[in-house]
């Protein structure tokens, strides 16, 4: 009886943690219910494999339902930033759907397909590879590490499935022909160049203003990028590195790093980090005392939405380049709602350059769905690579156009503004023409700094 | 900046120790290696988040809450889930059972966490999160991690004294010693192995704790912070705790120094190192005895 008892009580174990940790759930909790609903539904019309090989059958696909393969993080330290992401991508989906669907193809119906990267290579290629051979999925949306994106991207080409590059921005993404592959917002050689161009002009504005620098980064092709791109571009305005600082994504401790930054004290620290190590950093140097007068961050770990609620107002000050900022929105008042109504879907949380970066890749996806007229793979990417997307188009909340290289499908339109946290709220500062009336840059950026302020 | 950098040494070397107690208990006394206890740290950390924030307890007052509630898991998931794999695989050459359930505990914990809470980073904030307190030379040190470190301490010197001048204590090293031996000597084996495992997830719980005061909570952060867990068990040796404490504040220096001559990822990278070599060259630990 015992046995038996213990039998039960493993296997109900097993089943709740396979439950929860199975691919096919892919992501978060959330989303894993979602896929749970939609596994049901497939399998009340005779099995979701078979519904997907009915649904190939038929290239026009009219009135049918389009799967669309999302990959992120879901799982581990980069989870955050997937969240922000997919309620992006889902908001476009919802709306595309509830506008009435692809009306190229009879209203079809999108529905998008998850898969779990684990921030690893080799999972990331296995689901790719899992969404567009078992799943069947039109099109693929992610992935955010460049690294991984990159063996997303392999897998995308070899299978000539389009992919809509979201919230990675290596150059590596970009060199070099890319056929099945877009980017709609900055990469990092755009990043580096703006940082460079705000140094130039602050040291116009205030001659010798910004002498030596310091370079944090996160051990990763993302970081590296960056931290290459920096040397160079500092180098070039013969501005001296005192700090060079490599740091993993699982550090638990900053502060040998920011007693470097107190012994140097460079004018500028340039920094790329993800979410956990922003928030350590931003925490350790507000305990020390410690500010530049300018801590220009790369939109990553402090875009995220858990950033202000877990630093307060510590990071006020800070600058930040990014594709995309609220106050983006803030000057296309007919674009207003989407701001609005995204704030109301996810319970008060704020639109984040990540989840920007998700509704634009999914709107891209769309838009070449509705011009291909098909959800063929071949046809929705020659579709997506003719794409124009005028800045005035009424889902683009980029401040540019929407076109794409057609070598290396690089939007080269992209321009990264910056933005500068002042009372815990990011606003767009940089360059100064796009600043929304009532706000401008302040440098030195820690006199809005807490630590200064209580001095 | 070298004074500063020793003292983050030694003070993140006892948080690291803390770390290591539950699963250097737990594997001096069974001798399974608990895989889970990253995740048995994290479920503290939510305990704590959820004390703080319901409750408005004080963090440290958590441990009330937090050391019985996993104390209680810990000696009862022994007891229904790892003793009867143990009496199965008792006469089994290569316990492969023992080994893999608490790697399951671990990613059920973590993906559990994860379907409930979601990867939302969450954190607590109390008065002092941001106090820096002079530690002589004009330098600064963050007060939760003194903290922290002095509760590491305190738990160590607790744990020695149960060890060595409890009747219970006694009783689980004579366990650990040779089973057979003690359960002649009337010492009911398996109640000492239910004892064992809520101990060290008790201990996790300590560190949970700690870590929750300055660290962001999340349901992976168990693998973050969980790993040089087992750096230390393996360099302080097995079961030994004064050997726990000092290989953490070997690895707790080596970080600090490490960071500072080079830069943080590298000293990861010399972790890692001194593991590998403390593995090849002594892998009975630094301080542990070598099996004759």
């Known amino acids: 009886m015992k046995k038996k008892l213990l039998a039960v009580i493993l296997a109900a174990f097993l089943a709740v943690s396979l439950a929860a940790c199975g691919g096919d759930s892919g992501g978060s909790g959330d989303s894993g219910s979602k896929e749970t609903e939609k596994a049901e539904k497939a399998e009340e019309t005779q099995g979701g494999t078979q519904a997907a090989s009915d649904t190939a059958a038929d290239p026009g696909n009219a009135g049918g339902t389009i799967k669309l393969g999302v990959l992120f993080p879901y799982t581990g330290s980069a989870a955050a930033v997937a969240e922000d992401a997919q309620k992006g991508i889902e908001f476009a989906v919802d709306e595309v759907n509830s506008r009435g669907g692809i009306k190229s193809m009879g209203g079809a119906q999108i529905e998008l397909i998850y898969g779990d990267t684990q921030s690893n290579e080799e999972a990331a290629a296995s689901e790719a590879e899992r969404l567009i051979s078992h799943e069947g999925v039109s099109a693929i949306l992610g992935c955010y590490q460049s690294t991984v994106t990159l063996s997303v991207q392999n897998i995308c080409e070899k299978y000539h499935v389009p992919l809509a590059i979201t919230c990675s921005t290596g150059d590596a993404l970009t060199e070099g022909p890319h056929p099945y592959s877009v980017t709609i917002h900055e990469q990092n050689m755009d990043t580096t160049k703006s940082h460079a161009q705000f140094i130039s002009d602050m040291n116009a504005k205030e001659p010798g203003a910004i002498k030596t620098a310091a370079i944090l980064r996160q051990n990763d092709d993302w970081g590296q990028a960056l931290g290459d791109g920096w040397q160079e571009e500092l180098a070039a305005l013969d501005i001296e590195i005192v700090v060079d600082e490599v740091f993993a994504m699982d550090v638990t401790d900053l502060t040998t790093v920011v007693t470097k930054l107190v012994d140097k004290n460079p004018d500028v620290v340039l920094n790329a980090c993800y979410f956990q190590s922003m928030s350590l950093l931003t925490q350790t140097m507000a305990g020390v005392g410690y500010e530049p007068k300018a801590m220009l961050c790369s939109s990553s770990g402090e875009t995220d939405n858990d950033f202000i609620p877990t630093v307060g107002n510590n990071a006020d000050g800070f600058f930040t380049v990014s594709g995309w900022g609220e106050d983006v929105l803030a000057s296309m008042p007919d674009k207003a709602w989407i701001g609005e109504e995204y704030i109301e879907r996810n319970n008060g949380e704020h639109y984040t350059a990540e989840s920007a970066a998700g509704w634009a890749a999914a709107m891209v996806i769309c838009e070449s769905l509705e011009a291909a007229g098909s959800d063929d793979a071949e046809a929705i990417n020659t579709a997506m690579r003719a794409l124009e997307i005028p800045e005035d188009s009424w889902w683009n909340i980029y401040p540019y156009p929407i076109s794409f290289n057609q070598e290396t499908g690089k939007n080269e339109n992209a321009i990264p503004v910056m933005g500068q946290f002042q009372d815990t709220k990011i606003k767009l500062i940089y360059p100064e023409s796009i600043a929304v009336e009532g706000t401008e840059l302040v440098f030195p950026g820690y006199e809005l700094s807490p630590v200064y302020k209580n001095r | ?292």
């Open chain 2, 1 to 292: 900046m070298y004074y500063e950098t020793l003292i983050l040494g030694l003070v993140m070397g006892c948080i690291y120790t803390a770390t290591a107690l539950g699963v250097n208990i737990i594997y001096g006394i069974m001798k399974i290696v608990n895989w889970a206890s990253g995740s048995l740290l994290m479920i503290s950390m939510f305990i704590v988040y959820g004390a703080t924030t319901l409750l408005h307890m004080n963090p440290y007052l958590t441990l009330l809450i937090a050391i019985p509630v996993m104390f209680t898991f810990g000696y009862f998931f022994q007891h229904i889930v790892i003793r009867p794999l143990y009496l199965r695989e008792r006469a089994d050459s290569n316990p492969v059972g023992l080994l893999l359930v608490t790697a399951g505990l671990g990613i059920a914990l973590e993906n559990i966490m994860l379907m409930i809470f979601q990867s939302t980073p969450r954190s607590i904030s109390m008065p002092i999160s941001l106090t820096y307190v002079d530690i002589g030379f004009g330098r600064k040190l963050s007060l939760v991690k003194i903290i922290g470190a002095g509760i590491a301490l305190v738990t160590v010197a607790l744990l020695w004294f149960y060890m060595n001048r409890t009747y219970s204590g006694k009783a689980l090293r004579a366990t650990s010693q040779d089973r057979e031996a003690a359960q002649l000597m009337g010492i009911n084996v398996l109640k000492s192995y239910n004892v064992a495992f809520g101990l060290g997830c008790a201990l996790c719980a300590i560190a949970g704790v700690i870590f929750a005061t300055f660290y962001t909570i999340t349901p992976a952060v168990g693998t973050t912070i969980g790993s040089k867990a087992f750096i230390i068990l393996v360099l302080g040796g097995k079961g030994s705790i004064g050997g726990c404490l000092l290989a953490g504040l070997i690895i707790g220096l080596v970080e600090a120094f490490g960071g500072l001559f080079f830069d943080s990822y590298m000293s990861q990278i010399f972790c890692f190192a001194i593991f590998v070599l403390v593995l090849y060259f002594k892998p009975s630990g630094l301080f542990g005895k070598s099996r004759v």
